[in-house]
């Protein structure tokens, strides 16, 4: 049974880019959470997604959009990169929400050069 | 912004002692969680906590939970060189659907 997989590993891209980084949940899971983990700090949360609408927002702007599939895959759009953007991309699923423990991905470490 | 502040920052013990690490967060919670993390991976669920438990445990994990002074703590056991990671918590605000991560904890084991 494949746990949360994500693509890609590592990625580097250069400021004003755009990148797409894609989830696949676990088997079984309806709900996928994105979270932004800077060097030394803890996860911060960006977006939820369940049944292909964005249920929840964290603090960040306008350029980091999602998106989930009906397989409940999903995707997160980052436009206009800034050197600041880079940090480690964690994707979390589980079914029902918050209220159960979050399963997660190994993420993606995003470089902007 | 962070709900969540861990304390230590950072705890070096030897194998077989005890680490308790504690959280501290500033609003009402449906629930509170922690998690490990071993450099460069993804996170790894340990115990969920609901706001109306005060303590439960897991093989050599025990959680407390304290509503009153919205804080938590998390105490492993005969710890291992295998525990060494960074430990966070994590709490499910009331009314909300996200997750707030605290600062973490980075724990040293030497064998």
């Known amino acids: 049974d494949a746990g949360v997989t994500q693509s890609p590993t590592h990625l580097i891209k250069t400021r004003g880019q755009q990148v797409t980084l894609r989830c696949s949940p676990k088997s079984g899971h309806d709900t996928v959470s994105w979270y932004q983990q800077a060097l030394g700090q803890g996860p911060q949360f960006i977006f939820q997604y369940y049944e292909e609408e964005e249920r929840q927002r964290g603090n960040f702007p306008d350029r980091f959009s999602g998106h989930q599939f009906p397989n409940y895959s999903s995707e997160l759009n980052v436009n206009a990169l800034l050197l600041g953007d880079s940090a480690l991309y964690l994707c979390?699923?589980?079914?029902?929400?918050?209220?159960?423990?979050?399963?997660f991905g190994d993420g993606t470490r995003l470089s902007i050069l | 912004s962070q709900q969540g502040e861990e304390d230590p920052q950072a705890l070096s013990i030897q194998e077989g002692e005890n680490a308790t690490m504690n959280c501290s967060y500033k609003t009402s919670i449906n629930n509170l969680q922690w998690y490990r993390q071993n450099s460069g991976r993804g996170l790894v669920h340990l115990i969920l906590i609901r706001s109306n438990e005060r303590e439960k445990h897991s093989g050599r994990l025990r959680v407390t939970l304290d509503t009153s002074k919205k804080s938590s703590s998390l105490l492993i056991t005969a710890s291992r060189a295998a525990d060494t990671a960074s430990y966070f918590c994590?709490?499910?605000?009331?009314?909300?659907?996200?997750?707030?991560f605290g600062t973490g904890t980075r724990l040293q084991v030497f064998p």
């Open positions: 979390a699923s589980s079914s029902g929400g918050l209220v159960e423990p979050q399963h």
């Open positions: 994590a709490t499910h605000p009331y009314n909300t659907d996200k997750l707030i």
